[in-house]
Each structure stands twice: as C-alpha cells, then as structure tokens.
C-alpha cells in the first residue's frame, strides 16, 4: 500500500504548486489530475466539441488516452501519445475542464488510473475531490484554500509573466463562476472532507503551507 496525501480547495488556490513541493520533499509522486482532466479538455477542443452536449462528450472520451510521465524530474502529459504539456495553462482548457469534468463517463475514464496509482505508489495527490471520491482513505488529507481576491491577483502575476494580455476584474468573474460551477455541481463537488485540515493560504507564503503540510506527514 501507498502513503496517500490528499490536498483539495478551489481553482488558484496554489493546489499544484504546493503538492509539487511536498512531493517533492517527501520523495513521493506527483499526480497532477487537474492536468489529467485539463488533457481531456484539450481533445474535446481540438474536436471542436460542445461542453454542453453532455452526450457526445461521454460517448467520446474513449478515445483519450492520458498518460503522465516524468522526464528530466519534470511532469510531461501526454494525450494519445503527443505531449500536450504546454498547452495545459491556457484559459480556454481550464473553463472547458471546469464544465467536462461533471461529466459521469470522463470522470470514471480518469478515475481508474488515479486509483491504481495511490494503491502501489506513495503520491501526493491534488484536486477539487482527492479526499472525499478519489482517495477517501488517504492518510493525510489538505483542504488549501485562499480569498478570491488572492488567487485572481496570482493568476494575473502569472499571466502577466508569460506576457499575456488579461484583465483582473475579468480573472475574477471567472473563479467566482468556476467555484459555483465546482461546488454545485452533482457529481462529487468541491467540499472539505470531514477529516482535512484546513488551510488559507492568503497571507503565507509556499515555504509556510508547505510546511504546515509536512507537519502533518507521519
């Protein structure tokens, strides 16, 4: 059996920045399944799909196959044997991500390969139902959170150094409909599972949540 940890909490929380530390420090495996979920997106968009068509949406993810692999200690996603890495941040795959991921079928698709992963692997694993669908056993379980205002002014940082164009106010109109969208959603919404700690990172810093982490690592 793996050693699980377990972080969950709303879009620009930080999820997968501190889990990659963590996993890091600890020695253990990173499993990205925002990026696994940001994968499908990429397929639907490339077909030219409708998010909405819920139909066509399942009846297609068959035909992605997502694998992570790691290459010079860096994360690489691949989708049907392309590595699609680079084009995981874009705004557009996060929103069709958002709206696919209620979906039943692609769900499941993913959900199998995560599992299998946890059950051999010691992992670090980061997402909006880790600890309460996905690993509900995990032996640590982090529900990081952080103010709206905060996690839009850090994707706008973001953004702004890779030269993109974009708006704040316009950021935070999106993760306040991405967190509606998250948390009422009918197949496993985002939730703080019973037993995760809580923690809101809006005023600490990497070095400080990922040590408040760490310290509850057995």
Do not use: W
Not at 67 to 95: A, D, F, H, M, P
Not at 121 to 135: A, E, F, S
Not at 206 to 216: G, L, M, R, S, W
């Amino acid at each position: 059996m793996g050693y699980n940890v377990a972080i969950d909490g709303p879009a620009g929380a930080g999820k997968s920045t501190i889990a990659k530390r963590v996993a890091k420090e600890k020695g253990y495996i990173y499993v990205d399944t925002g990026a696994m979920y940001r994968a499908l997106a990429v397929y639907f968009l490339d077909k030219k799909m409708n998010p909405e068509n819920l139909d066509a949406i399942a009846a297609a993810c068959e035909g992605a196959e997502v694998k992570i692999q790691y290459e010079q200690g860096e994360q690489q996603v691949y989708l049907n044997g392309v590595n699609i890495t680079s084009r995981l941040r874009n705004e557009e795959v996060g929103n069709m991500a958002s709206k696919v991921s209620a979906v039943p079928e692609v769900r499941e698709h993913l959900l199998n390969l995560q599992k299998e992963l946890a059950r051999t692997k010691d992992v670090v694993m980061d997402g909006r139902d880790i600890g309460t669908c996905v690993l509900p056993e995990a032996d640590v379980k982090i529900f990081l959170t952080a103010s709206v205002e905060t996690r839009a002014l850090r994707r706008y940082k973001e953004l702004e150094e890779k030269g993109v164009s974009c708006d704040l106010e316009e950021i935070k109109k999106d993760i306040k409909e991405r967190d509606e969208r998250d948390c009422t959603r009918k197949i496993a919404p985002l939730r703080q599972a019973e037993d995760a700690v809580l923690i809101d990172s809006s005023d600490m810093t990497i070095e400080e949540v990922v040590k408040a982490i760490t310290d509850n690592i057995v």
